[in-house]
Every structure is written in structure tokens, then in C-alpha cells.
């Protein structure tokens, strides 16, 4: 069936292989035109960054060339790894400023260092019994230096560039709609180096995690001819064991059998089972989270369908694209796979995607003036329309005091948005100014931030956590977290009456939970006390890390 739409192609830069998409159509019923991969020129790709664009540039044009592709409009990958991912809590401001506020936290909290870089981001939506709070924001960014590689790349292949926008994120949105109808349901996309774990409600991003688990630690090579021993998993599939037959064995790009490191997909699967049980704590009223889609852009890692099935006891399912969509370039089901991500990134210029999928632009250094702007924009039609309505009020003497009338009005309401969007940013800056004079004051003082904050963690029960630690300008510092049972908090109490540091240890609040379905109870605490100065403690050994 022909499909309408204009081609886009989708472009996965990886550090041994170049997989291009093209891909036409309207969500989601598209199709695949064309694929293809290439190896990567050695030592090309290194750590994410393209060290060698003209080499990349000259391999991605051949391959082009190869599968005929008919247009060069493309969506290009940018390693995970050059990526900082971000949910920062933002204040409510009007939607044109959003984007300068952004920047403004990034620069504070020097997210990307002191050097330049791009970034883009998209509100998430917040639950309705948190509605009074302000919004929350996934970030996204990488260094212009990075970015600058990936361009230069596509200059030299001749490629008409769209956007920039992560290999994970491109990994998500493949998998997307497996998990669109469902009404809670999770995504977890291993990329190279990290993964990253997303659940939505009825389609919206609800929990964005990165996780520091990649294929690369995953992946073992698997040596010798002879079988390795495994011990019974229960029916689990049995990663690292060499199977009888050799046609279920997975090869490598380079022809060398790799085998699942236990390992690693152990913890990758502790870190997931935390991540949904966080989920479930914060969200009670939500349903339970019923399907988790994987998506992984190799078919080495297909075995863990099976294992993450058994192990957090929840339906998975490997992300796939329909057989219809590839047409005639479709190889085979495993071989598939590696399409995956190349696919996600075309996906992006589709008609009909959802408006809850991220969509990010990396591709360029993004430094907004958007409040000056509309500013002036305002003002230039307010003095239009102004001089407009004394020109036609000599003519049309009947009409003045009405015309007057409005354009007063409506000067007198921009004058109200300007004093509004000024008083908002002055807000931010007095809030980042206190901060500051925060920070100075107590730097002053002389305190150990450093050590204080080593005995904090290490003062904590090893069944307790910590949700937030706050400091006053007085000194008084506020614990706040939540363990098992009571004695868990007794232990935490009395570990940090011994730290030399503090003064006035007391137990302000706990509050017991009520078990839910997938955690016992819960109970919630806060701690008091108040910092003694540097001179008293400039001497006091500190505290030793308990491990937890």
C-alpha cells in the first residue's frame, strides 16, 4: 500500500556502526523505504564524539549513495553519553520566558561545566494533587564542542539537518507504541553506556531515570568452544550458558559469540524494580504498571524479554517494528533490531505523532531572546496601532473617543504584563541572589559542607533513606527521610547526637504509612539540629562511613 508524507531519513551514528532509516508516512501508519548500515571508519567515533567528521562525512554519503536514498533531509543520533538528562522543578512563569529561566539553571548549577552547549526541553505533566507546585521540566543538553562534530559530519554528507536528538530517546519513542494504550506502563532503552527507565500514564512521561548500565558491561565475550556451567535459574533464561544448538547463539558485528554478563543485568534489574516501586509510592492512586517494553537497538540482548518477565513479574516485551512497515528492506526479525534506533529518530518528523512525545532539538547553540522580542513586538504594534487611530481619528471625528478609548485599554494591559514579567524575574533573581549570599555567608563561617554531609549520609540506618537535606541561614539543618520502623530512625537519631558537628538533635515529626501493594510500611521522618561553628569543630575528627 503506498503511504503519503514527505521522506525523512533517520541516522544512528554509533561507534562501529552507521544504520541510516528512511521512513515515510503519518503516525503510525508509516513504512520503511530504505535501510541500510555501514561500518563505522576506525577510530572515527570515540567516546560518544565524532573525532573524524570528514571520514564519517565520506562513509554516510557512500551509504546513501548505496540504498538510493531519495531525499536528505535527516534526523541525527547523539550518543547518550554526551548527553546530561535533567528534571528540573522550574517556577511558573509565562511560556516565553520558560526557555531563559532554563538556561539561567543550567548556568547555576553549571550543568554543562563553564562551557557552551545546547539544550532543549519539554514540560512534564504533574499529577492533579500536585497541581499548587510549579512544573517540572526533562533537560536535555550536550556541549557545542560535541554538537560541532556531529554537524560537521553531516556537512560533509551532504545531509539537510533537521534535528539532534538522543540515541535513547529515539529508542523510547520506537518502542511508544506498545506502551501508548496501556494506562501505566514503563520503558526501559539501554543504550552503549547507560539506560534510561520512563513511565507514563495514559501516554504521558510520568518518571524519567538515567541509569549508569549500558551494553557495554552487559556484553561478554564469550571464550573457548567448551560449554560454561550456570546454575538452574528456574526457568530463567540462562545468560552466559552456551547453548546446544548453535543456531540460537547471537554473533557480534566482528563474528565473535557474546553471551549476557548476569551480573550486570542483575543490577540492572534491582535499579529498574526500585525505579517502579518509587513510582508506585508517589502515585498510589495510579493503576499498577502492567507491561514494560525494551527496547534495544541489538539482538544480543534479547534474551532479557524473558528474564526481566520473571524477575519483577511483569508482562516485557522487546520493542519491534511491525513486519508491514519495512516493506521489501526487511531482513530478518533479530536483524531487525538494529534498525531501531535509526527508526525512532525519523519517527520524530512524522504527522500525527502525540504531543506528549518528546521531541528534542541538540542541533544547535540555543541562546534565546525571546522576552526581548516580544517585547519589542508588542511595543511596535502598540505604536502602530496608536498611530493608526490618530490618523483615521482627523477623518472619522465620530469614532475617537471609542478608538482612543481601546488603545488606552490596551496599552494599560501591556504596561500590567510587563510589571507582571518583571516582577517574576526579579522573584527568580532575589531567590538565586539568597541562595547565593546563602552560600557565601556560611562559607565565611567556616563550614565543612564537604565532611558535614559524608556524616549525614553515613549517620542514616542502613533501612532508612534520605529524602531531602535543608540548611537556613541560621545554621539549622533539617533532615528529612523515610525507613521500615521506628528503630531504623531511633538509630539515625542517636548516629547523629554523636557527630561533633551538630547541636540540639532533636526529632521534629515521623509520620507511619499505611502498607501499600507493592511496599510494607513506611514511615516518614524529620530531624533538627543546629550547626556548631567552625572553630568548634574545626578540630572534631569526622565521622566515619557506615557502609549501608
Avoid at 495514559?202 to 558491561?217: A, P, S, V, W
Avoid at 504527522?351 to 541562546?367: E, N
Avoid at 494591559?413 to 527568580?428: G, H, M, S, T
Wanted: charged share 20%; aromatic share 6%.
Amino acid at each position: 500500500m503506498a503511504v503519503s508524507g514527505r521522506s525523512i531519513l533517520g541516522i544512528d551514528i554509533g561507534p562501529s556502526e552507521i544504520c541510516v532509516v528512511e521512513l515515510r508516512g503519518v503516525w503510525p501508519d508509516f513504512q520503511i523505504l530504505r535501510a541500510g548500515k555501514t561500518t563505522t571508519p576506525v577510530k572515527a567515533v570515540e567516546g560518544g564524539r565524532v573525532v573524524d567528521p570528514s571520514a564519517v562525512g565520506d562513509a554516510l554519503r557512500s551509504l546513501l549513495d548505496a540504498i538510493g536514498a531519495s531525499t536528505r533531509e535527516a534526523v541525527l543520533s547523539i550518543a547518550e553519553s554526551c548527553v546530561v538528562t535533567r528534571v528540573l522543578d522550574v517556577p511558573v512563569v509565562p511560556a516565553n520566558e520558560m526557555r531563559t529561566v532554563i538556561e539561567g539553571e543550567l548556568a547555576h548549577y553549571q550543568i554543562l561545566g563553564n562551557t557552551a552547549g545546547a539544550f532543549d526541553f519539554m514540560l512534564l505533566t504533574r499529577r492533579d494533587a500536585d497541581s499548587v507546585s510549579g512544573p517540572q521540566a526533562l533537560v536535555m543538553a550536550a556541549e557545542e564542542q560535541v554538537v560541532k562534530g556531529y554537524r560537521a559530519a553531516a556537512e560533509v554528507a551532504g545531509l539537510q539537518l533537521i534535528a539532534m536528538e538522543p540515541t535513547l530517546l529515539a529508542c523510547y519513542r520506537a518502542g511508544f507504541a506498545q506502551i501508548q494504550s496501556h494506562p501505566v506502563a514503563a520503558c526501559l532503552a539501554i543504550g552503549l553506556h547507560e539506560s534510561e527507565i520512563t513511565v507514563t500514564c495514559n501516554g504521558q512521561i510520568r518518571l524519567y531515570r538515567r541509569i549508569d548500565i549500558g551494553r557495554d558491561t552487559m556484553m561478554l565475550e564469550r571464550h573457548g568452544s567448551g560449554r560454561e556451567s550456570a546454575p538452574s535459574t528456574g526457568g530463567r533464561v540462562p545468560f552466559g550458558e552456551v547453548a546446544d544448538d548453535p543456531q540460537d547463539d547471537f554473533a557480534s558485528p566482528d563474528d565473535q559469540a557474546r553471551v549476557i554478563n548476569p551480573s550486570t543485568a542483575s543490577s540492572l534489574t534491582v535499579e529498574l524494580q526500585r525505579s517502579l516501586d518509587y513510582f508506585a509510592s508517589q502515585s498510589p492512586e495510579e493503576s499498577t504498571i502492567d507491561r514494560l517494553v525494551l527496547t534495544v537497538p541489538v539482538p544480543e540482548l534479547a534474551p532479557l524479554e524473558t528474564w526481566f518477565t520473571q524477575a519483577i513479574a511483569i508482562e516485557t516485551v522487546m520493542a519491534k517494528l511491525p513486519p508491514a512497515q519495512y516493506g521489501g528492506t526487511k531482513t530478518d526479525e533479530t536483524e531487525s533490531l538494529r534498525y531501531l534506533c535509526a527508526a525512532g529518530l525519523a519517527m520524530r518528523e512524522l504527522a500525527g505523532l502525540p504531543a506528549s512525545m518528546p521531541r528534542f532539538d541538540l542541533s544547535s547553540q540555543q541562546r534565546t531572546d525571546a522576552v526581548v522580542r516580544t517585547a519589542r513586538r508588542t511595543f511596535n504594534l502598540s505604536l502602530y496601532a496608536s498611530i493608526g487611530t490618530f490618523a483615521l481619528g482627523t477623518l472619522l471625528a465620530l469614532q475617537i473617543g471609542f478608538r482612543a478609548n481601546r488603545v488606552e485599554q490596551d496599552l494599560v494591559r501591556l504596561k500590567q504584563d510587563l510589571a507582571a514579567q518583571q516582577l517574576v524575574r526579579e522573584q527568580y533573581i532575589t531567590s538565586v541572589q539568597t541562595r547565593q549570599d546563602l552560600l557565601r555567608s556560611l562559607r565565611t563561617q567556616g563550614f565543612p559542607f564537604p565532611r558535614i554531609m559524608d556524616s549525614i549520609f553515613g549517620a542514616v540506618a542502613s533501612k532508612a533513606g534520605l529524602v531531602s537535606v535543608s540548611l537556613d541561614p541560621s545554621g539549622r539543618l533539617t533532615v528529612n527521610g523515610d525507613a521500615n520502623n521506628e528503630k531504623e530512625i531511633i538509630k539515625t537519631l542517636e548516629s547523629l547526637r554523636r557527630i561533633p558537628y551538630f547541636d540540639s538533635v532533636s526529632m521534629d515529626m515521623f509520620d507511619k504509612q499505611s502498607p501499600t501493594m507493592t511496599s510494607g510500611w513506611l514511615v516518614r521522618f524529620q530531624i533538627s539540629c543546629q550547626l556548631t561553628s567552625a572553630r568548634s569543630t574545626a578540630s572534631a575528627a569526622p565521622v566515619d562511613r557506615r557502609e549501608r
